[in-house]
Every structure is written in structure tokens, then in C-alpha cells.
């Protein structure tokens, strides 16, 4: 399963990006799918992640209420808005979607997720 993210660039600080991702493979319905970030030098974070039932949303502390993940069954695609980007919100974002119902202990971890993809640059100038 390949997963395709875009959306990614430069923006200055306060402004909006959304980013998209979407499985080569079955519906996106069917995968747990979260968003994680790696800037310089630090390890991977989770940054926000999506149960399959779709009711069931989960946020890191540093992106809650400015970053909302959803997902269009009909563009078998998941999203994440980005709000009010900040400089520290700078760094490469992926997708990733694990073929299993993540319970919410798993859904944060990186180990959870079967399938990743290739990355987008987000960069945030102030």
C-alpha cells in the first residue's frame, strides 16, 4: 500500500496549508490513518490521527484547536487543516494508516502503523 501526501510549503506564520493523503490500496475508510511530523534533529511526533468509525478524533497538545483532521470517503482521502501556523510547526509531515482498529493507548504510536508515506515539506517563516 503506497500513501500519497501533498500539500506541503512555505507559508509565513498565522497562515493556513491543508494536507492531503490518500492509499494506492482499499478505502481510506478501512485504515486508521494519522499524521506525524519530523523537524531537524528531533524524533517523529504524532501530530493527529483518525479512528476508521471516523468519530473518534486524536490531536498532540501542541496542535489542538488550530489543526483538524477529517477524511472524504467519496475522494477516499484524509486531511489535516492547519491553522495559524507557527515557525515550530516547521518540518516534514507523513501520513501513515495502519490496517488495524487502533485503540486509543496504540493510536499515538508510530509503531501502530503498517504503511507510510514519502513525506511533505511544511516550512513556516515568522
Known amino acids: 500500500v503506497q500513501l500519497q501526501a501533498s500539500g506541503g510549503g512555505l507559508v509565513q506564520a498565522g497562515a493556513s496549508l491543508r494536507l492531503s493523503c490518500s492509499p494506492s490500496?482499499?478505502?481510506?475508510?478501512?485504515?486508521?490513518m494519522g499524521w506525524f511530523r519530523q523537524a531537524p534533529g528531533k524524533e517523529r511526533e504524532f501530530v493527529a490521527a483518525?479512528?476508521?468509525?471516523?468519530?473518534?478524533?486524536y490531536y498532540a497538545d501542541s496542535t489542538k484547536g488550530r489543526f483538524t483532521i477529517s477524511r472524504d470517503n467519496a475522494k477516499n482521502t484524509v486531511y489535516l487543516q492547519m491553522n495559524n501556523l507557527k515557525p515550530e510547526d516547521t518540518a516534514v509531515y507523513y501520513c501513515?494508516?495502519?490496517?488495524?482498529?487502533?485503540?486509543?493507548?496504540?493510536?499515538?504510536?508510530?509503531?501502530?502503523?503498517?504503511?507510510w508515506g514519502q513525506g511533505t515539506q511544511v516550512t513556516v517563516s515568522s
Open positions: 483518525i479512528k476508521r468509525s471516523a468519530l473518534d478524533k
Open positions: 501513515a494508516a495502519s490496517r488495524l482498529g487502533l485503540i486509543t493507548s496504540q493510536i499515538r504510536r508510530a509503531a501502530s502503523y503498517d504503511y
Open positions: 490500496e482499499r478505502a481510506v475508510s478501512s485504515y486508521a
